[in-house]
């Protein structure tokens, strides 16, 4: 069966501090891959999607990146973090219709 | 793009009753609309969905309903239980490669007893 995992599960950061979020799928292969953000007691915004290794859409104009460097990993990433980034990070894979959810990151932006 | 508004933001039933939470879409190409449930510190888990070529769908206590021509769709919860509190998200997809969706802002639904 298929698994997703993320990390770290929790992050403290000072503003201006670099970012970089992991996730991984497991027994899957070329699977759609998503990163949201879930802002406190808000709904779920999408930040970047990706179909394939190296092809990147993103939907939300602001200082975050992200990378797919293998076929199963899919990395968030910021040069300089600032205070509205702090959030939980969910990152999610799919193919076809269906999204499943990792157990996300929870980042606070001191 | 896409839109999805969902109401009523809160939701507050007595065990046992029934619970309706309703969505708007805006983009008539969207063809795939699941439902999620999030847990008070836990991620979304995907409980039900209903594609485009299809009216309803039950499962158990759950049902979704949708209308093409009225752009909007349905999640019923039936009997509720103190377990089904919770934030419930309704998301529809662009339809574009990778099926991405998009969410409504969820409802926070709590059944006490």
Redesign the interface.
């Known amino acids: 069966s298929q698994t997703i995992h993320q990390w770290p599960a929790t992050l403290v950061q000072p503003v201006g501090s670099p970012l970089s979020l992991e996730c991984t799928v497991e027994g899957t292969s070329n699977p759609n891959l998503y990163w949201y953000r879930q802002a406190a007691g808000r709904g779920l915004q999408l930040l970047f999607y990706s179909v394939g290794i190296g092809q990147i859409s993103s939907e939300v104009p602001q200082n975050l990146s992200a990378s797919r460097p293998q076929d199963r990993q899919f990395i968030l990433s910021s040069k300089k973090l600032l205070l509205s980034d702090s959030g939980f990070y969910l990152c999610a894979w799919g193919q076809g219709d269906e999204q499943y959810f990792g157990p996300g990151t929870r980042l606070t932006v001191t | 793009g896409e839109n999805v508004e969902q109401h009523p933001s809160t939701l507050s039933v007595q065990e046992g009753d029934s619970a309706v939470i309703k969505c708007t879409y805006s983009d008539s190409a969207s063809n795939?609309f699941?439902w999620?449930k999030q847990e008070l510190g836990?991620?979304?888990?995907?409980i039900i969905?209903i594609?485009s070529n299809v009216g309803e769908k039950k499962d158990q206590r759950i049902a979704v309903t949708l209308n093409k021509t009225a752009k909007h769709f349905s999640l019923h919860i039936t009997e509720t239980q103190p377990e089904d509190s919770a934030v419930y998200?309704c998301?529809a997809?662009i339809n574009?490669?990778?099926?991405?969706?998009?969410?409504?802002?969820?409802t926070t639904l709590s059944v006490s007893s």
């Not at chain 2, 836990?42 to 995907?46: D, F, G, N, S, T």
């Not at chain 2, 574009?96 to 969820?106: E, M, N, R, S, V």
Request: no cysteine; glycine share 12%; hydrophobic share 35%.
């Open positions: 795939y699941p999620y836990k991620r979304p888990q995907l969905d594609r998200f998301a997809s574009q490669a990778g099926t991405a969706l998009i969410f409504g802002k969820g």
